[in-house]
């Protein structure tokens, strides 16, 4: 059987010998005839752009309604929950300065201590990304603790937040801590020295690279007990302590509601845009 593509293929021609089978006797009237029945035989179109403009314009009406909805939402419960102690104090009585920048991930606290200067970062990525029980190190085989421990929480246990804490002194490097805040403790897990205190920063892929050269020391878990203590409380006493473990899960909470209520302005000011 011929294909249709075939039969196509195959008529067009012979249409077009018939059309030009007697040239000599066809004048301009018959020329301007055959080519309109020509440009009536072409295909027509089936849609309009302006079809396809209304459709949009009726989704990006429909999703820029359900953003204000959901902008109403947020800034209801924003306007109906006050600032919590433990960010008022922290902020009004600590000796930190903070640094947010709307738009941002991560905050800083800064603040001098005699000729020390010290940086402390976390970021509203660990609230996004923390599941429970991933940082538990016996996953595997704890489960019924773990379980009995959740139920044991309840609703006050909160989603760690990784602190990374940088303390120099001019010419004599940075002390480099990684940290974890969470239900009112800080808890160390690593510290590192850095000759050169830029590399306790990373803020280019090489001084990443030079500062992962390093050795790290060994987790501070393993120290002599004595010797976490005494870090613990040098720590402490440059106001790294349970105020500031207090602090910051809380203060990232009202900032992850600042930034998802920021981004949906952001998201419906580019649909509304014309």
Same mark, same amino acid.
């Given at each position: 059987?011929?294909?249709?593509?075939?039969?196509?293929?195959?008529?067009?021609?012979?249409?077009?010998?018939?059309?030009?089978?007697?040239?000599?006797?066809?004048?301009?009237?018959?020329?301007?005839?055959?080519?309109?029945?020509?440009?009536?035989?072409?295909?027509?179109?089936?849609?309009?752009?302006?079809?396809?403009?209304?459709?949009?314009?009726?989704?990006?009406?429909?999703?820029?309604?359900?953003?204000?909805?959901?902008?109403?939402?947020?800034?209801?419960?924003?306007?109906?929950?006050?600032?919590?102690?433990?960010?008022?104090?922290?902020?009004?009585?600590?000796?930190?300065?903070?640094?947010?920048?709307?738009?941002?991930?991560?905050?800083?606290?800064?603040?001098?201590?005699?000729?020390?200067?010290?940086?402390?970062?976390?970021?509203?990525?660990?609230?996004?990304?923390?599941?429970?029980?991933?940082?538990?190190?016996?996953?595997?085989?704890? %489960? @019924?603790?773990?379980?009995?421990?959740? !139920?044991?929480?309840? +609703? #006050?246990? $909160?989603?760690?937040?990784? *602190?990374?804490?940088?303390?120099?002194?001019?010419?004599?490097?940075?002390?480099?801590?990684?940290?974890?805040?969470?239900?009112?403790?800080?808890?160390?897990?690593?510290?590192?020295?850095?000759?050169?205190?830029?590399?306790?920063?990373?803020?280019?892929?090489?001084?990443?690279?030079?500062?992962?050269?390093?050795?790290?020391?060994?987790?501070?878990?393993?120290? %002599? @007990?004595?010797?976490?203590?005494?870090? !613990?409380?040098?720590? +402490? #006493?440059? $106001?790294?302590?349970?105020? *500031?473990?207090?602090?910051?899960?809380?203060?990232?909470?009202?900032?992850?509601?600042?930034?998802?209520?920021?981004?949906?302005?952001?998201?419906?000011?580019?649909?509304?845009?014309?």
């Amino acid at each position: 059987m011929m294909s249709l593509r075939a039969v196509a293929r195959t008529a067009a021609p012979r249409a077009l010998r018939a059309v030009s089978a007697s040239p000599i006797t066809l004048g301009r009237a018959t020329v301007r005839a055959t080519s309109n029945v020509l440009r009536t035989q072409l295909p027509q179109k089936a849609f309009s752009t302006t079809v396809f403009r209304a459709a949009a314009s009726e989704i990006d009406s429909e999703l820029s309604e359900k953003l204000s909805t959901e902008i109403g939402y947020e800034q209801d419960i924003a306007s109906n929950e006050p600032v919590p102690a433990t960010v008022k104090d922290f902020l009004e009585n600590g000796p930190f300065e903070l640094v947010d920048t709307p738009g941002k991930e991560d905050v800083v606290l800064k603040r001098t201590f005699g000729n020390e200067q010290i940086t402390i970062s976390f970021s509203i990525a660990d609230l996004q990304n923390y599941e429970p029980g991933m940082f538990d190190e016996d996953t595997a085989l704890g %489960d @019924e603790e773990g379980a009995q421990n959740e !139920e044991d929480m309840g +609703e #006050d246990g $909160g989603a760690p937040v990784r *602190l990374n804490i940088v303390i120099e002194k001019p010419s004599k490097g940075a002390l480099n801590i990684d940290a974890v805040a969470q239900d009112g403790s800080i808890v160390v897990d690593n510290m590192f020295y850095y000759h050169d205190a830029k590399l306790a920063h990373g803020d280019s892929a090489e001084t990443q690279h030079a500062a992962q050269a390093v050795y790290p020391g060994p987790p501070f878990g393993t120290l %002599d @007990e004595d010797l976490q203590v005494l870090m !613990e409380r040098y720590l +402490e #006493d440059r $106001g790294i302590n349970q105020a *500031l473990a207090l602090f910051v899960p809380d203060y990232l909470d009202m900032k992850e509601q600042k930034e998802y209520l920021r981004w949906l302005n952001n998201l419906k000011g580019f649909v509304d845009a014309q």
